[in-house]
Protein backbone atom coordinates (compact mmCIF):
# COMPACT_ATOMS: atom_id res chain seq x y z
CA UNK A 1 0.00 0.00 0.00
CA UNK A 2 2.00 2.87 -1.32
CA UNK A 3 -0.75 5.52 -0.34
CA UNK A 4 -3.20 5.64 2.36
CA UNK A 5 -5.32 8.69 0.56
CA UNK A 6 -8.85 7.82 0.48
CA UNK A 7 -8.50 4.32 2.22
CA UNK A 8 -10.13 2.89 5.24
CA UNK A 9 -8.75 1.99 8.43
CA UNK A 10 -9.73 0.71 11.62
CA UNK A 11 -8.10 0.84 14.44
CA UNK A 12 -8.46 -0.74 18.02
CA UNK A 13 -7.20 1.28 21.30
CA UNK A 14 -8.38 4.11 19.65
CA UNK A 15 -9.20 6.41 22.96
CA UNK A 16 -4.99 7.23 23.90
CA UNK A 17 -1.56 6.63 23.03
CA UNK A 18 -0.43 4.43 19.71
CA UNK A 19 -3.58 3.81 18.59
CA UNK A 20 -4.62 8.01 18.88
CA UNK A 21 -1.43 9.28 16.89
CA UNK A 22 -2.01 7.28 14.61
CA UNK A 23 -5.28 8.16 13.70
CA UNK A 24 -4.01 11.41 13.34
CA UNK A 25 -1.31 10.47 11.04
CA UNK A 26 -3.61 9.04 9.28
CA UNK A 27 -5.88 11.95 8.67
CA UNK A 28 -3.27 14.12 8.23
CA UNK A 29 -2.74 11.44 4.76
CA UNK A 30 -5.88 11.27 3.88
CA UNK A 31 -7.21 8.34 5.30
CA UNK A 32 -10.62 7.50 6.39
CA UNK A 33 -11.16 6.00 9.92
CA UNK A 34 -13.20 4.08 12.26
CA UNK A 35 -11.85 4.26 15.53
CA UNK A 36 -12.82 1.88 18.33
CA UNK A 37 -11.42 1.24 22.27
CA UNK A 38 -13.16 0.05 25.19
CA UNK A 39 -12.68 3.52 26.92
CA UNK A 40 -15.83 5.64 25.43
CA UNK A 41 -14.02 8.85 27.07
CA UNK A 42 -10.54 8.48 25.84
CA UNK A 43 -12.20 7.75 22.43
CA UNK A 44 -14.11 10.76 22.25
CA UNK A 45 -11.31 12.89 23.06
CA UNK A 46 -9.64 11.16 19.93
CA UNK A 47 -12.75 12.22 17.74
CA UNK A 48 -12.44 15.64 19.19
CA UNK A 49 -9.10 16.40 17.84
CA UNK A 50 -9.94 14.99 14.53
CA UNK A 51 -12.93 16.95 14.20
CA UNK A 52 -10.90 19.41 11.72
CA UNK A 53 -9.92 16.82 9.75
CA UNK A 54 -11.10 16.08 6.00
CA UNK A 55 -11.75 12.87 6.46
CA UNK A 56 -14.90 10.69 7.15
CA UNK A 57 -14.17 9.32 11.16
CA UNK A 58 -16.79 7.14 12.91
CA UNK A 59 -16.47 5.61 16.56
CA UNK A 60 -17.54 2.39 18.31
CA UNK A 61 -17.18 1.05 21.64
CA UNK A 62 -15.54 -2.20 21.57
CA UNK A 63 -14.13 -4.75 23.63
CA UNK A 64 -11.94 -7.11 21.10
CA UNK A 65 -12.00 -9.95 24.06
CA UNK A 66 -15.92 -9.51 22.93
CA UNK A 67 -15.59 -11.74 19.25
CA UNK A 68 -19.19 -11.60 18.39
CA UNK A 69 -18.42 -7.85 19.28
CA UNK A 70 -15.73 -7.36 16.95
CA UNK A 71 -17.02 -9.00 14.08
CA UNK A 72 -19.88 -6.50 14.07
CA UNK A 73 -17.84 -3.91 14.40
CA UNK A 74 -16.13 -5.12 11.41
CA UNK A 75 -19.62 -5.24 9.22
CA UNK A 76 -20.37 -2.03 10.59
CA UNK A 77 -17.04 -0.41 8.96
CA UNK A 78 -18.17 -1.58 5.57
CA UNK A 79 -21.73 -0.50 5.55
CA UNK A 80 -20.62 3.08 6.90
CA UNK A 81 -17.33 3.39 4.66
CA UNK A 82 -17.96 1.11 2.51
CA UNK A 83 -15.18 -0.59 2.66
CA UNK A 84 -12.35 -1.51 4.76
CA UNK A 85 -8.41 -1.30 3.56
CA UNK A 86 -6.61 -1.49 6.99
CA UNK A 87 -7.00 -3.06 10.47
CA UNK A 88 -5.04 -1.95 13.56
CA UNK A 89 -4.70 -4.75 15.87
CA UNK A 90 -3.73 -1.85 18.53
CA UNK A 91 -5.62 -2.27 21.68
CA UNK A 92 -3.29 -3.89 24.30
CA UNK A 93 -3.13 -4.01 28.44
CA UNK A 94 0.24 -5.07 31.10
CA UNK A 95 0.08 -7.25 33.43
CA UNK A 96 3.53 -7.98 36.31
CA UNK A 97 3.66 -11.55 37.89
CA UNK A 98 5.43 -13.92 38.32
CA UNK A 99 4.51 -17.36 36.71
CA UNK A 100 3.75 -19.03 40.70
CA UNK A 101 1.49 -15.92 41.93
CA UNK A 102 -0.26 -14.90 38.83
CA UNK A 103 -4.02 -14.98 39.60
CA UNK A 104 -5.37 -17.15 36.34
CA UNK A 105 -8.33 -14.22 35.81
CA UNK A 106 -5.77 -12.27 35.16
CA UNK A 107 -3.56 -13.82 32.87
CA UNK A 108 -7.41 -14.53 31.02
CA UNK A 109 -7.58 -11.36 30.97
CA UNK A 110 -4.35 -10.65 29.39
CA UNK A 111 -4.59 -12.51 26.92
CA UNK A 112 -7.89 -12.11 25.81
CA UNK A 113 -7.34 -8.49 24.85
CA UNK A 114 -3.73 -9.06 23.78
CA UNK A 115 -4.21 -12.05 21.63
CA UNK A 116 -7.57 -13.15 20.99
CA UNK A 117 -8.38 -9.53 20.27
CA UNK A 118 -5.46 -9.64 17.70
CA UNK A 119 -7.13 -12.78 16.01
CA UNK A 120 -10.63 -11.49 16.67
CA UNK A 121 -9.96 -8.60 14.59
CA UNK A 122 -7.83 -10.08 11.83
CA UNK A 123 -10.35 -12.59 11.27
CA UNK A 124 -13.08 -10.35 11.48
CA UNK A 125 -11.58 -7.79 8.91
CA UNK A 126 -9.83 -10.24 6.64
CA UNK A 127 -12.64 -11.02 4.29
CA UNK A 128 -13.23 -7.13 3.95
CA UNK A 129 -9.42 -6.54 3.02
CA UNK A 130 -9.76 -9.06 0.07
CA UNK A 131 -13.24 -7.90 -0.95
CA UNK A 132 -11.64 -3.70 -1.74
CA UNK A 133 -8.55 -5.96 -3.28
CA UNK A 134 -5.86 -3.52 -1.78
CA UNK A 135 -5.04 -4.43 2.42
CA UNK A 136 -3.00 -4.74 5.03
CA UNK A 137 -2.90 -6.29 8.90
CA UNK A 138 -1.14 -4.64 11.04
CA UNK A 139 -0.30 -6.40 14.42
CA UNK A 140 0.82 -4.76 17.47
CA UNK A 141 3.37 -7.20 19.23
CA UNK A 142 6.37 -6.02 21.26
CA UNK A 143 9.74 -6.18 22.16
CA UNK A 144 8.65 -8.40 24.15
CA UNK A 145 7.74 -10.57 21.80
CA UNK A 146 10.94 -11.20 20.46
CA UNK A 147 12.71 -11.76 24.18
CA UNK A 148 11.35 -13.27 27.47
CA UNK A 149 11.77 -11.03 30.70
CA UNK A 150 10.95 -12.14 34.16
CA UNK A 151 7.36 -10.58 35.36
CA UNK A 152 6.12 -10.81 31.82
CA UNK A 153 5.27 -14.26 31.44
CA UNK A 154 1.90 -13.42 30.47
CA UNK A 155 2.69 -10.50 28.13
CA UNK A 156 5.62 -12.67 26.69
CA UNK A 157 3.18 -14.86 25.82
CA UNK A 158 0.80 -12.79 24.09
CA UNK A 159 3.13 -10.65 22.14
CA UNK A 160 5.36 -13.98 21.03
CA UNK A 161 1.75 -15.30 20.07
CA UNK A 162 0.80 -12.44 17.97
CA UNK A 163 4.53 -12.27 16.16
CA UNK A 164 4.27 -16.32 14.99
CA UNK A 165 0.09 -15.74 14.18
CA UNK A 166 0.98 -12.38 11.86
CA UNK A 167 4.21 -14.31 10.52
CA UNK A 168 2.30 -17.40 9.45
CA UNK A 169 -0.80 -14.90 8.39
CA UNK A 170 1.36 -12.85 5.79
CA UNK A 171 3.33 -15.81 4.30
CA UNK A 172 -0.25 -16.99 3.33
CA UNK A 173 -1.53 -13.62 1.89
CA UNK A 174 1.88 -13.94 0.21
CA UNK A 175 1.05 -17.19 -1.14
CA UNK A 176 -2.69 -16.17 -2.08
CA UNK A 177 -1.34 -13.14 -3.88
CA UNK A 178 -5.02 -11.84 -3.10
CA UNK A 179 -3.54 -8.06 -2.71
CA UNK A 180 -3.52 -8.21 1.37
CA UNK A 181 -0.41 -8.07 3.27
CA UNK A 182 0.47 -7.94 7.14
CA UNK A 183 2.88 -6.61 9.33
CA UNK A 184 4.16 -7.57 12.91
CA UNK A 185 4.95 -4.62 14.96
CA UNK A 186 7.28 -4.53 17.81
CA UNK A 187 7.69 -1.07 19.71
CA UNK A 188 10.27 -0.76 22.71
CA UNK A 189 9.57 1.79 25.27
CA UNK A 190 6.47 3.84 23.67
CA UNK A 191 5.29 7.14 25.93
CA UNK A 192 2.01 5.81 26.23
CA UNK A 193 -0.47 4.95 29.80
CA UNK A 194 0.01 1.08 29.01
CA UNK A 195 2.31 0.39 32.03
CA UNK A 196 0.64 3.06 34.84
CA UNK A 197 -2.98 1.28 32.87
CA UNK A 198 -1.63 -2.28 33.84
CA UNK A 199 -2.06 -4.49 37.07
CA UNK A 200 0.67 -5.61 39.09
CA UNK A 201 0.86 -8.93 41.24
CA UNK A 202 2.44 -8.81 44.33
CA UNK A 203 4.57 -11.77 43.45
CA UNK A 204 6.71 -9.87 41.34
CA UNK A 205 8.33 -8.42 45.45
CA UNK A 206 10.09 -11.98 45.52
CA UNK A 207 11.83 -10.49 42.25
CA UNK A 208 12.80 -7.61 43.72
CA UNK A 209 10.31 -4.63 41.93
CA UNK A 210 8.22 -2.62 44.42
CA UNK A 211 4.33 -3.95 43.42
CA UNK A 212 3.84 -0.08 44.24
CA UNK A 213 5.66 1.58 41.78
CA UNK A 214 7.00 -1.24 39.70
CA UNK A 215 4.62 0.85 36.58
CA UNK A 216 6.17 3.99 36.95
CA UNK A 217 10.06 2.73 37.33
CA UNK A 218 9.10 0.89 34.16
CA UNK A 219 7.60 3.68 32.18
CA UNK A 220 10.91 5.86 33.09
CA UNK A 221 12.50 3.33 30.70
CA UNK A 222 10.06 4.27 27.45
CA UNK A 223 12.16 6.55 25.46
CA UNK A 224 9.87 6.78 21.82
CA UNK A 225 7.05 8.97 21.75
CA UNK A 226 3.90 7.57 20.27
CA UNK A 227 3.90 10.45 17.38
CA UNK A 228 7.19 8.96 16.85
CA UNK A 229 6.27 5.52 16.84
CA UNK A 230 3.07 6.00 14.40
CA UNK A 231 5.29 7.38 12.14
CA UNK A 232 7.54 4.79 11.61
CA UNK A 233 4.57 1.88 11.95
CA UNK A 234 3.47 3.58 8.82
CA UNK A 235 6.40 4.50 6.98
CA UNK A 236 6.86 0.15 7.66
CA UNK A 237 3.47 -0.29 6.10
CA UNK A 238 4.58 1.78 3.01
CA UNK A 239 7.44 -0.30 2.75
CA UNK A 240 5.07 -3.52 2.98
CA UNK A 241 7.71 -4.26 5.99
CA UNK A 242 7.10 -8.31 7.51
CA UNK A 243 8.45 -6.96 10.65
CA UNK A 244 8.66 -3.22 11.70
CA UNK A 245 10.76 -2.54 15.00
CA UNK A 246 9.72 1.17 16.91
CA UNK A 247 12.36 2.62 18.76
CA UNK A 248 16.31 2.40 19.07
CA UNK A 249 15.99 0.07 21.94
CA UNK A 250 13.80 -2.50 19.45
CA UNK A 251 16.84 -2.35 17.65
CA UNK A 252 18.97 -3.24 20.28
CA UNK A 253 16.63 -5.81 21.76
CA UNK A 254 16.15 -7.69 18.40
CA UNK A 255 20.04 -7.51 18.28
CA UNK A 256 20.64 -9.04 21.40
CA UNK A 257 18.12 -11.66 20.61
CA UNK A 258 19.71 -12.42 17.82
CA UNK A 259 23.61 -12.58 18.49
CA UNK A 260 22.84 -13.57 22.13
CA UNK A 261 19.56 -16.04 22.23
CA UNK A 262 21.00 -17.55 25.66
CA UNK A 263 23.49 -15.49 26.95
CA UNK A 264 20.65 -12.55 27.12
CA UNK A 265 18.35 -14.50 29.28
CA UNK A 266 22.03 -15.13 32.08
CA UNK A 267 22.28 -10.88 32.01
CA UNK A 268 18.39 -10.41 33.15
CA UNK A 269 19.38 -13.14 35.79
CA UNK A 270 22.08 -10.99 37.03
CA UNK A 271 20.67 -7.64 37.12
CA UNK A 272 17.19 -8.72 38.85
CA UNK A 273 19.70 -10.83 41.61
CA UNK A 274 21.60 -7.65 41.82
CA UNK A 275 18.28 -5.51 43.10
CA UNK A 276 16.89 -8.82 45.28
Same mark, same amino acid.
Given at each position: MKSFTDKVAAITGAGSGMGRTLALALARRGCHLALSDVNEVGLGETAALLRDARVKVTTQRVDVADREAIYAWADQVVREHGKANLI?????VGLGATVEGMRLEDFEWLMNINFWGVVHGTRAFLPHLKAAGEGHVVNTSSVFG??? @??SQSAYNAAKFAVRGFTESLRQELDILRCGV???SVHPGGIKTNIARAGRVDPSIASLGADPANANLKFEKNFITTAESAAETILRGVEKNKRRVLVGPDAHFIDAMARLLPSLYQR?? @????RKHI
Open positions: FNNAGLIG @VPSATLM @VAVA
